[in-house]
């Protein structure tokens, strides 16, 4: 290297050695002399890995450097990346004077340059916040609407708070009129803001619609490529979801589904004794809650739960900028956030139906039996009155009711955009959506089993 020369006393140098390959170095540092000036000569990769490893030798060797001159060569340099250029500032920082570079590319200037244009910046906010030494801190009131610049610190109606000054009186001074004087600005007139027209709504619902489409081929998507992604689907997460999902709500459902079994019998043994047909309560109770009300219930008790949940969760990683550090490492949202909920959904909604469908039947039984009605004969009411292709389309219907939940959950979570309320918006978002497509899928469902005959 031309004007190159070392001495042993004032040389050194200090390898970077990668951990999981011991005999392999990825970075070095020497340090010298050259012409009455320290040299610090970096080769290698000056990545995350190599000048984290280099970084206290090279501040130490610029703070001892300080008062002669200090020159980085670059020339051996394989990578470099935003590591190597923090690490590049804080040599300059700690030797107090801007250094000499030498043998750097446009690449390294260039990142040099992004790297002291964020630090500037980020020092800035802090220096205009902090007061010099000697310089009193100042309070000035801001201007109210309607004054001027010029205007901020006189006070209104012609007072001060102490002694009036030259030419201020107590009273209004000369030329004041009710309205507004000269240097002031009067207050424009507030216009009403205009409603949303029947445009706009129908634009924003065309645009979900559009939105909720796009989001459902990615799933579907990513559920094809999940044979070449199956690393990230991790069991663990798919537990924990159904965990939350299904076990932790278990009690609510039951005691949702018992009374509900007790308020459908009670409601329905009024009629009924009209026409003395008591017993066929039984029959109305087990059909109303094993076709309809057992998957539909715990839908929107899930819908509550978990939905907002979903969402809150994953929008909450959106904000966090997350979601955006998982596509930037090369892992898919849809595949590592999305299917795991919408697979734990799908698979504890039946289990949970069933439940609230059984919690209804036996509060519907505590109700036959005050009435007087045998045990016996209820179960053979039940037992008549609804078979295994009901019981079949109850638990279809809530694999159906479980994917359009978690789905619009994750979206909503997805599509959360910035600021404190975005959060919430995403959940009150999913809980809504979730119940109202509820209602409409099981309408949809509805009419198909009727034309099924099912």
């Not at 094809?224 to 689907?233: A, D, I, N, S, V």
């Amino acid at each position: 290297m031309p004007g190159w020369r070392s001495t042993d006393r004032a040389a050194a140098d200090l390898t970077a050695v990668h951990p999981d390959t011991a005999h392999v170095a990825i970075a070095r540092l020497t340090i010298g002399q050259d012409g009455g000036r320290v040299a610090l000569a970096f080769s290698g990769r000056l990545n995350a890995a190599g000048a984290g490893v280099l970084w206290n030798a090279a501040i130490r060797a610029a703070t001892r450097a300080r008062g002669q001159g200090l020159r980085c060569d670059l020339a051996a340099v394989e990578a470099f990346d935003m590591a190597g250029a923090a690490l590049l500032l804080a040599v300059e920082r700690a030797h107090g004077t801007p250094i000499e570079l030498a043998g750097e590319n446009p690449h390294v200037t260039a990142l040099l340059a992004l790297a002291r244009r964020a630090a500037a910046e980020a020092a800035a906010p802090s220096a205009a916040q902090v007061p010099t030494k000697g310089q009193p801190q100042r309070q000035t009131e801001r201007p109210t609407h309607g004054q001027t610049q010029g205007q901020a610190d006189v006070p209104t109606h012609g007072k001060t708070k102490g002694r009036p000054t030259q030419g201020q009186t107590e009273g209004p001074t000369q030329g004041q009129t009710d309205g507004p004087t000269q240097g002031q600005v009067q207050r424009p007139s507030q216009r009403p803001t205009p409603g949303p027209t029947m445009f706009t709504v129908l634009a924003a619902s065309l645009d979900a619609l559009a939105n909720g489409v796009a989001f459902l081929g990615e799933v579907l998507v990513a559920v094809l490529r999940l044979p070449t992604r199956r690393r990230m689907l991790r069991l663990g997460d798919l537990l924990r979801f159904a965990d939350d999902a299904g076990v932790r709500a278990l009690p609510l459902v039951v005691l949702l589904g018992f009374l509900m079994g007790m308020i459908l019998a009670f409601q329905s043994a009024i009629p009924m004794h009209r026409f003395g047909a008591d017993l066929f309560v039984a029959d109305l109770v087990t059909i109303s809650l094993v076709r309809e009300l057992g998957p539909l219930l715990s839908a929107v008790i899930l819908a509550g739960r978990t939905g907002s949940a979903f969402a809150a969760e994953i929008g909450t990683m959106k904000v966090n900028q997350e979601v955006d550090a998982l596509v930037t490492m090369g892992l898919d949202p849809m595949t590592m956030l999305v299917l795991p909920r919408l697979i734990a959904v799908m698979l504890v909604l039946p289990a949970l139906a069933l439940a609230l469908d059984v919690a209804g039947l036996l509060g519907m039984t505590a109700v036959m039996r005050g009435l007087g009605f045998p045990t016996a004969s209820i179960l053979h009411q039940v037992q008549g009155a609804a078979g295994v292709t009901d019981l079949l389309g109850g638990l279809f219907k809530a694999v159906c009711f479980g994917a359009a939940i978690a789905a619009i959950g994750c979206r909503a979570g997805l599509s959360t955009g910035n600021g404190p309320r975005a959060v919430g918006l995403s959940a009150t978002a999913a809980v809504v959506g979730g119940i109202i497509s509820t209602i409409a899928l099981d309408g949809v469902l509805a009419l198909l089993f009727y034309r099924l005959n099912l």
